[in-house]
């Protein structure tokens, strides 16, 4: 069970758009009133971030982009659309449209240049990066209006940007009744508390070891949080709401 709750935006009548999609299939997006440049590496620099990656993962780009431009036709005085995706994402173009606003608009393909986007020449990171080649449900408004007139450093101060968002694992040993008690409880809690969207994805440790090893857990229940970082964990006691908001930063701690 995965709740995702997408971020409240409203669609400026002008902008750039840009979407960087993983191999896996999470999704990271910003949008921008002010057109302004360097979106790739915002965009890289967060999912390193959110994904505890070695590094941002700039060989996504171009192959697994995708941008929009609503732009003013000053003959016409009519809002004009261009959007463009390359092959390896025209098959998002639903969601796509669904976060850009643009009903069921056709992606254009991006221009293919051969050699590219070669699946075998990406596919030598998996090792590297293998959560890239994973689905976290992730999809992710970067928000970025409140530093674009002051954004000008290196990359790796670009990637601790602030995202609008919580990213959450909760892990169980199997789904009993008491597994669908916490799931409701904490789905209420969050629903109720958190200022901000949330993603919450149920990892099983008797059938997903690999996580539970990668997330250094060892016992059930466990919620971990894995955005904003620091990345915290709340072990055994998910019943107590005031441990969990203090773990989620969303309150001091008393």
């Known amino acids: 069970m995965t709740k995702t709750t997408p971020d409240d935006l409203t669609i400026p009548r002008l902008y750039k758009g840009i979407a960087l999609f993983t191999p896996g299939g999470d ?36 192959c697994y982009t995708a941008t929009i431009d609503h732009w003013l036709d000053h003959q016409t005085q009519q809002v004009r659309t261009f959007a463009e995706a390359y092959p390896a994402v025209l098959k998002h173009q639903v969601i796509l449209n669904a976060i850009f606003n643009t009903g069921d608009l056709v992606w254009q393909p991006a221009p293919w240049e051969d050699g590219l986007c070669d699946r075998m020449v990406l ?11 994973e689905d976290h449900d992730l999809i992710v408004n970067l928000d970025l209006s409140e530093q674009i007139t002051k954004y000008h450093p290196p990359v790796k101060t670009v990637a601790k940007a602030p995202l609008k968002t919580y990213v959450l694992r909760l892990f169980v040993a199997g789904h009993s009744a008491n597994t669908e008690r916490i799931l409701q409880n904490l789905h209420e809690l969050l629903e109720r508390s958190l200022g901000y969207p949330y993603t919450m994805k149920v990892v099983d440790v008797l059938t997903n070891p690999e996580q539970a090893e990668i997330d250094q857990v060892s016992a059930t229940p466990t919620l971990v949080k894995v955005w904003p970082l620091p990345i915290r964990r709340l072990v055994g006691d998910l019943d107590n709401a005031g441990k969990i908001l203090q773990m989620l930063g969303a309150i001091d701690k008393v």
């Open 27 to 62: 999704l990271i997006y910003c949008i921008d009133p002010h057109k302004q440049g360097r979106w790739h590496s915002h965009l890289c620099g967060a999912l390193q971030e959110i994904l505890d990656l070695p590094e941002p993962p700039h060989f996504l780009v171009p």
């Open 123 to 133: 596919g030598t990171y998996r090792a590297a990066f293998p959560q890239l080649w």
